[in-house]
């Protein structure tokens, strides 16, 4: 019981960077049903030019505090720039096909943009740590954390909250929901349909690309974070349920409370942790916790 307090902090500071990784791709799939594994490359995309970006910055010697904003306008850009790219030029013209057949093009930029990631970057791993402890630490009892991890977890929150609102109380967001429910009724609505899937992969794309950018202070850079990324994400939304934006929140809580409970009680099952939790949730609820009916058109 003595660790109680630590894994649950670490269990909440772990799944506010969970659900940052993963809202990005539940949302792409609840608009689009696509089952985006190109998103661990965004995450990385956004992790390289954040460091790249802040990096620099902070050699030319301007103000420190600055490369928090350098660190989001770099990941906003490159997630503006690739997400629309790609869904222009790729993914619209397989819309309507079988969902594997979306999840092994999604696959395909994966790996396309792995090695355009080792072209633009090489495979040396980029240190941002500066960013990480400039502002300071905080302590809760005998506990000791980094604030960045306490702004981490703000702008989950943020995150979480700016986006209900969006879905659920803009004009926007409800016509969304409209094309979310059927595509088709809502074509023949006249809801551009095609305009709603670009703003909703290039938001996706940027969700993943400022996941990427936040994190980069926190690791070292380098190749193969994205593949690493995308499985812990996966495992946040196959728990949650597929497309569910409280789906995402609650199973981002639930494996960052089981990896903290694995580190501190069972450190050799860490990973296994996260693995155990989503197969016995999918035993009891195969579509995952939050997952909607499913409409069935005959």
């Keep these: 019981m003595s660790h109680l307090p630590a894994v649950l902090a670490d269990g ?18 609840g608009v689009m049903r696509i089952l985006n594994l190109a998103h661990g490359s965004f995450y990385a995309l956004g992790a390289y030019a954040a460091a790249s970006a802040a990096g620099a910055w902070l050699a030319q010697g301007y103000a420190p505090f600055g490369s928090y904003a350098v660190l989001i306008v770099a990941a906003v850009v490159a997630g503006c720039v690739v997400g629309p790219l790609i869904e222009r030029f790729l993914l619209r013209y397989m819309y309507g096909k079988d969902e594997i057949t979306l999840l092994l093009v999604t696959y395909a930029v994966l790996l396309i943009m792995e090695d355009a990631i080792k072209l633009l970057w090489g495979v040396d791993s980029y240190f941002l740590a500066e960013p990480y402890g400039l502002l300071g630490i905080f302590e809760v009892g005998n506990l000791i954390y980094p ?9 989950a929150v943020v995150a979480g909250i700016g986006l209900t609102w969006f879905l659920q109380y803009t004009r926007t967001g409800k016509l969304l929901r409209v094309v979310i429910h059927d595509r088709e009724i809502s074509a023949a609505m ?10 909703t992969f290039t938001a996706g794309t940027v969700l993943a690309t400022v996941g990427g950018a936040l994190t980069a202070p926190m690791i070292s850079v380098a190749p193969g974070i994205g593949i690493e990324v995308i499985v812990l994400a996966f495992a946040v939304v196959v728990i949650g349920g597929l497309g569910s934006l409280p789906g995402a929140a609650l199973g981002a809580l639930i494996v960052g409370l089981a990896r903290a409970s694995a580190v501190h009680y069972f450190p050799a099952a860490e990973l296994f942790s996260v693995y155990l939790v989503m197969a016995l949730v999918l035993i009891f609820r195969p579509r995952g916790l939050f997952a909607g009916a499913e409409v069935r058109k005959i």
Excluded: P
């Excluded at 604030?147 to 702008?155: P, Q, S, T």
């Excluded at 006249?190 to 703003?199: A, C, D, E, T």
């Design 147 to 155: 604030v960045y991890d306490l702004a981490l977890f703000g702008v």
């Design 190 to 199: 006249g809801i551009n349909v095609s305009r709603f899937y670009l703003l």
């Design 12 to 29: 909440v500071f772990y799944a506010s960077w969970l659900f940052l990784i993963a809202v990005g791709l539940t949302l792409i799939y």
